[in-house]
């Protein structure tokens, strides 16, 4: 039997990062690759308490189908949250429970993408919302970022020429090179959107995991009609319950709940009741801090690893918080080279070039310092280290 796959699927390639996670999965492999919180910080027996509770209050209601919007108290907290952590009024009714954030970029490609349609994105951008839109066979036009944030001249330029429909940032800490956007810089990046049309995807998985340093406004303060934001709960409870949400204006609402009753009816509804019952017997914000101090550690401890076994060519972002560190190599040395000495070395990272759309054998790549313990880190950066030095030969 032949098997006509769609052309937008055979367009899209598989996620690298998770074809690099079934490399690192030799014991002896101390891996960077993947984006994954410290599993020995998940909230199991609250979580565990929380579910028996759920059972025996509301157990007949929580296996039944819900809502396509979600839980509305778990919507409230949320919006509760908003409101005491950025300052920012969201209505309940403007908030839409997904199935992990990733599934917000799914809907929002859903609802406004047609076949090559321009789409704005960071360089370096995530992966996964390349992967995404990708899917609707979006033109992507790539805008540098850096330690001082988004190019705004380049963005003007861009968004002169392409008219891109949407804009998709990661403000805080960005996945992959862990950079935040000053507020100026976020000032200049909304005057430039000012009266376009042009839609700003927020997206803000991190933002919580701030170690140092202080909080930056959000978009949606400056750009309350053209912001739509994305949140998810994967990276401060636990990536496993797939709990997101989409924050969107009426009209943006109104298109994503279609989409959604289309997709799956309502993200799984027990989880969204343990989650709720969660926060309703534990103090998340105690919660974060104590993941908040061992991440700062494990940050610290491969800053100085990289000081200690890396050639002073090597360059690396210094993030106040987050998941990542951004490693540039001297120019001419390839990432996707090293990567296959590392693995040799018994030491895994992401290369960068799953992180853009128009370039290849680039020099620079992603580390994870939150899944490996302070010992495991010195290890695995003395190995890379070994392995940019013999690339370097």
Not at 91 to 112: A, F, H, P, R, Y
């Amino acid at each position: 039997m032949t098997t006509h796959f769609s052309d937008r699927i055979s367009d899209v390639p598989r996620s690298f990062i998770r074809e690099i996670l079934k490399v690192a999965i030799d014991p002896a492999v101390i891996s960077f690759a993947g984006g994954l919180p410290n599993r020995d910080f998940f909230p199991v027996a609250a979580l565990q308490e929380a579910t028996h509770r759920v059972f025996e209050t509301a157990g007949k209601e929580a296996l039944q189908y819900a809502n396509s919007e979600g839980d509305i108290v778990l919507r409230e907290m949320i919006a509760q949250r908003y409101r005491q952590k950025k300052g920012l009024e969201v209505k309940v009714e403007n908030i839409l429970i997904t199935s992990g954030s990733q599934q917000g970029l799914d809907l929002m490609g859903k609802i406004l993408l047609n076949e090559g349609d321009p789409v704005a994105i960071e360089e370096p951008g995530y992966l996964g919302a390349i992967q995404a839109f990708s899917v609707y066979r979006a033109r992507f036009h790539p805008v540098p970022v850096s330690e001082e944030g988004m190019d705004t001249e380049a963005l003007a330029k861009m968004l002169k020429k392409e008219k891109p429909k949407l804009l998709y940032v990661v403000p805080n800490f960005q996945n992959p090179s862990g950079i935040t956007y000053p507020d100026a810089n976020r000032d200049e990046v909304a005057g430039v959107l000012q009266g376009s049309d042009t839609l700003l995807i927020e997206d803000d998985p991190y933002g919580e995991l701030r170690f140092t340093g202080k909080h930056q406004r959000s978009f949606a303060q400056r750009l309350p009609e053209q912001t739509v934001m994305l949140g998810s709960f994967s990276k401060v409870v636990a990536p496993g319950l797939r709990i997101g949400w989409i924050v969107a204006p009426d009209a943006i609402m109104d298109k994503l709940i279609v989409a959604k009753q289309a997709t799956d009816l309502h993200t799984q509804y027990f989880g969204q009741r343990i989650l709720r019952q969660f926060f309703l017997e534990n103090d998340l914000d105690t919660h974060i801090a104590t993941i908040l101090k061992v991440y700062d550690r494990q940050r610290l401890a491969m800053l100085r690893s990289m000081e200690a076994y890396f050639p002073k060519e090597v360059k690396c972002t210094r993030p106040e918080g987050g998941m990542f560190l951004w490693m540039t190599l001297p120019q001419g040395l390839s990432a996707m080279s090293l990567f296959h000495r590392a693995i040799e070395e018994k030491v895994a990272f992401v290369p960068g070039d799953p992180f853009y759309t128009h370039r290849k054998e680039v020099n620079t790549l992603r580390l994870n310092f939150s899944c490996v313990d302070e010992t495991g880190i010195d290890t695995g950066m003395a190995r890379l280290g070994a392995a940019v030095k013999k690339e370097l030969l």
